[in-house]
């Protein structure tokens, strides 16, 4: 039976949990890839983050000023922001079974979900979110009013994108930012994350880490022996009949265990590690980067391996996570009832997510939902 009207849902409604320890297990890195600023839609696979090159010293750092990506992914593929992610991961790997997968989403939107569940997480949190049923999986898509912001000259604003730009060293020409994939289990659901990363660290002479995490190392082994390139390496992939986004082959793969999270600050109002915990734990980021400033100018900066305290505040907000699974399967039968699609709200200051059915065109190209109905390859 169709849903015919808003099904409201509060915090409250998962007090009942069973208290059992729940945790994210089992993290593979599956793909990436970076955007490349081109006339079409172009994405290049695998890609690589930047490299983070700190200068030597303390260094004054300009202003942010200019047009900065909100939601990149909506900007320059707006028919379907959450097809790159399939691109990128059936180009790596072409046989990975989607129907194993319960949930496909972006970093921010589980952030979101936190912040129902638990407001103080991520203060003053309303949003949209699009999800659509396929088989038993859901794919869940933010919306952004605003999806670029422009900072005049001389506006006061902060100055994260330009420390990024004297602080990190672009890998791929015409990179304006990188995206992975992972997957993991938690909670009886297995997750399959999109988030952007700043950057990573060197540990050896070619500029890539050599230390991969073992539950990265099997799915990256064969990956790392192939996708070294050298410029005349780069060839051009089109996607499908109809499609609009371009692939590129190019870059090289850098495990997990070196990607990092940067954050800038006034020395006044430092960076507490709860401030950007969740974001971490959602993407199991281990290293940040916490630099300070009095008036642009930055004292050298270090890389900080937070694997410990993500995992202390993982501990710490067991009450909050066990919520998340339930929350998420709940949206997924509602979904199902609304026939497939829906979309989910927190208005500002309510306390509550309503989910009503969605009229709207499919998230994806027609040729991508055919994975789902794909025999599995035989043992």
Known sequence: MALSQIVEILPGDF?????????????????????????????????????????????QV?????????????????????EPLFRALYFENPSFDIRSIDIVTDRNCIRQLLSFINPSLEKGQHFTLHAEVVNNTMILCRTEKQKRQFIKPGEKSGFGHNFEKKYTTHRVKGSTSHHRIISYSFGALKFLIRHETDGYVATDKAGYSNTVNQSTSDSLTGKMKSVSLSQSDVSLHTTPAGCKLSIRKDGKAVPLASTLEIKTRTIKRPLRMKDVAAQLWISQTPKLVRAYHTEGNFQPPEVEDVTSEVKSWEELHQVDLRKLAPLIQKIIEITKECGGTAVIKRQPQSKKLTIEKAHRDRMLPMDLYDKWNEKKPEL
């Open 15 to 59: 007090d009942d949990i069973e208290a059992t320890s729940v945790s994210i297990s089992d993290v593979k890195h599956l793909s990436s890839y970076n955007w490349i600023s081109a006339r079409s839609p172009t994405i290049a696979v695998p890609g690589t983050p930047a490299r983070w090159s700190p200068p030597r010293g303390p260094q």
């Open 62 to 82: 300009k202003m942010d000023s200019g047009v900065y990506f909100i939601a990149e992914n909506a900007i320059r593929n707006p028919k379907s922001p959450v």
